[in-house]
């Protein structure tokens, strides 16, 4: 079972949209990306959603912001 995701763990996506991931599909809003550009080491938490079609589709729920020094190793 998949727990937590990154931004870094489904490459960067800069649109909202449905992407096919290494164990099923994520869907991803505006909010969410908001989120992670802000926070780019913020982990979500994955739901499942409860679909007839597709058995393997999450979408992004509660975050963990991480830690905000490594949101700017540079100090950019």
Known sequence: MVGKVTWQKVGRVTEP?????????VNITADD????????????ALVRMQTEDVED??????????????????GD
């Open 57 to 74: 589709e999450y979408h992004l729920g509660a975050f963990d912001p991480g830690d905000p020094a490594d949101d700017h190793p540079h």
């Open 17 to 25: 949209g449905r992407y096919m991931f290494t164990f099923g599909w």
């Open 33 to 44: 990306l908001a989120i992670w550009k802000q926070f780019p080491n913020a982990s979500f």
